[in-house]
């Protein structure tokens, strides 16, 4: 999904109203504070981030990705899988922020009831556009990678590409790049392969 800051840095607020914090300086205190005005926002180190509704192909590719996955941690009971919106609390200074997709083993799964998950997803999709690249191959990859998320996915609607990332000694390496007929594996899910062209949009 595309997102970007909300404000540069020095700006006063995101919704062309004095008294909101400037980049680098909100917390979630000010997060519980903005209107519910239908965007999903987001919060890494201080600096507020939006997005507007998603694409159709957005959407598509998101429920795809999602379908594989819960087939594939429903057969072996391994957890859950949540798609956006929902919070996920990864650090004190990274919150929230609303991954496309992500999956959380059954040791962590939270109870019903349940708003937020305060701890670390074991993988989390991404599907990037254009205008998102920075923010999920740069801001989200080093977030994630800082803070332990075991394996990242990043989907590029425009190339149809599938990369997926895994956690080695504190940082991300390439696990596999997936396009056409390549099947899409994962180190946290054993077993699952996922032909990358049916993730996409067809035509």
């Known amino acids: 999904m595309s997102m970007q800051p909300v404000v540069q840095p020095g700006a006063l607020s995101p919704i062309g109203q004095p008294g909101w914090p400037q980049q680098g300086q909100w917390t979630y205190a000010d997060y519980l504070s903005l209107p519910d005005d239908g965007k999903r926002y987001e919060i890494i180190k201080g600096v507020l981030y939006s997005a507007n509704a998603p694409s159709y192909?957005?959407?598509?590719?998101?429920?795809?990705?999602?379908?594989?996955?819960?087939?594939?941690v429903k057969q072996?009971?391994?957890?859950?899988?949540?798609?956006?919106?929902f919070e996920v609390h990864l650090a004190e200074n990274i919150k929230p922020v609303q991954p496309d997709v992500l999956f959380?083993?059954?040791e962590q799964q939270p109870s019903a009831g349940t708003q937020v998950f305060a701890g670390v997803p074991d993988l989390i999709v991404e599907v990037i556009s254009p205008s998102s690249i920075r923010l999920d191959r740069t801001v989200k990859f080093d977030t994630y990678e800082q803070a332990g998320v075991p394996e990242y996915w990043i989907i590029d609607?425009?190339?149809?590409?599938?990369?997926v990332y895994t956690l080695a000694r504190g940082e991300y390496a390439l696990f596999g790049q997936y396009t056409g007929d390549e099947l899409s594996t994962s180190q946290v899910l054993s077993g699952l392969q996922i032909k990358a062209s049916t993730l996409f949009l067809p035509g």
């Open 76 to 85: 072996h009971q391994a957890g859950v899988i949540l798609e956006a919106p």
């Open 104 to 106: 959380i083993r059954a």
């Open 157 to 163: 609607l425009k190339a149809h590409l599938v990369e």
């Open 57 to 72: 192909e957005h959407q598509y590719t998101v429920g795809e990705v999602s379908f594989a996955l819960r087939l594939s």
